[in-house]
């Protein structure tokens, strides 16, 4: 999803192409500047066109992915990432030095998995608890928790209700962690496996030239 790099990308490509097409048309075929200039610009769209397909096409196959389901997990992203922006505004608003740096946890988890699944979309299936449940248990209670703290009189109830709130996001907190690393199993069952092999692969080799002599001169 290297969206800013493959538009950067098919501009580099599309310009020359219209440039191109815009020099053999006015001097090759002696068309009017303003038949010249249209051509350009469509044999440049054209190409802008089809290198986009193209991209789209290798990405999907290379992610196992339909159009239909990359039209769902994009869709997914973009409502995840309203709500990310409203738990950074909460975080900013935070004045309480043990909520911030819970808030600070919270935010780097949250964006580090919307920041996997953009990279690679096929993993959304091992986050959908997180984006259909989680992130909106976060962004509500840590708004609910922004809206307290700002109230100019505290009573025992309200200060009941902070730190009620704050215990719950430390075990959102968990619950994210475990997200991640939901995310993250296949990978880290990989590693586990190249690891095992690569300790038995330095293992030394058992010699058994010594047991073999020792047979021979029984």
């Given at each position: 999803?290297?969206?800013?790099?493959?538009?950067?990308?098919?501009?580099?490509?599309?310009?020359?192409?219209?440039?191109?097409?815009?020099?053999?048309?006015?001097?090759?075929?002696?068309?009017?500047?303003?038949?010249?200039?249209?051509?350009?610009?469509?044999?440049?769209?054209?190409?802008?066109?089809?290198?986009?397909?193209?991209?789209?096409?290798?990405?999907?196959?290379?992610?196992?992915?339909?159009?239909?389901?990359?039209?769902?997990?994009?869709?997914?992203l973009?409502?995840?990432?309203?709500?990310?922006?409203r738990?950074?505004?909460?975080?900013?608003?935070?004045?309480?030095?043990?909520?911030?740096?819970?808030?600070l946890?919270?935010i780097?988890?949250?964006?580090?998995?919307?920041?996997?699944?953009?990279?690679?979309?096929?993993?959304?299936?091992?986050?959908?608890?997180?984006?259909?449940?989680?992130?909106?248990?976060?962004?509500?209670?840590?708004?609910?928790?922004?809206?307290?703290?700002?109230?100019?009189?505290?009573?025992?109830?309200?200060?009941?209700?902070?730190?009620?709130?704050?215990?719950?996001?430390?075990?959102?907190?968990?619950?994210?962690?475990?997200?991640?690393?939901?995310?993250?199993?296949?990978?880290?069952?990989?590693?586990?496996?190249?690891?095992?092999?690569?300790?038995?692969?330095?293992?030394?080799?058992?010699?058994?030239?010594?047991?073999?002599?020792?047979?021979?001169?029984?």
């Open positions: 999803m290297k969206t800013f790099f493959s538009f950067i990308t098919r501009i580099f490509v599309a310009i020359p192409v219209a440039a191109l097409v815009w020099l053999i048309s006015y001097f090759g075929f002696e068309q009017t500047l303003l038949y010249s200039s249209g051509s350009a610009i469509l044999g440049g769209a054209i190409i802008y066109i089809v290198i986009k397909w193209i991209t789209k096409r290798k990405f999907l196959k290379k992610h196992q992915l339909s159009r239909k389901e990359f039209a769902y997990i994009v869709q997914n973009k409502e995840a990432k309203k709500k990310i922006h738990l950074q505004k909460v975080f900013f608003n935070v004045r309480n030095i043990g909520a911030f740096k819970q808030m946890d919270l780097r988890l949250v964006k580090r998995i919307y920041a996997i699944i953009r990279r690679e979309p096929r993993r959304f299936y091992q986050a959908e608890k997180f984006f259909f449940y989680h992130l909106d248990s976060i962004v509500e209670l840590s708004e609910k928790y922004a809206f307290l703290a700002a109230q100019p009189v505290k009573n025992n109830e309200l200060y009941f209700s902070l730190k009620d709130t704050r215990n719950t996001l430390k075990e959102l907190k968990r619950t994210i962690e475990n997200d991640l690393y939901e995310v993250l199993s296949k990978d880290i069952d990989h590693l586990e496996f190249e690891l095992n092999v690569a300790k038995h692969s330095l293992k030394p080799p058992i010699d058994t030239s010594l047991d073999d002599e020792r047979r021979s001169t029984k």
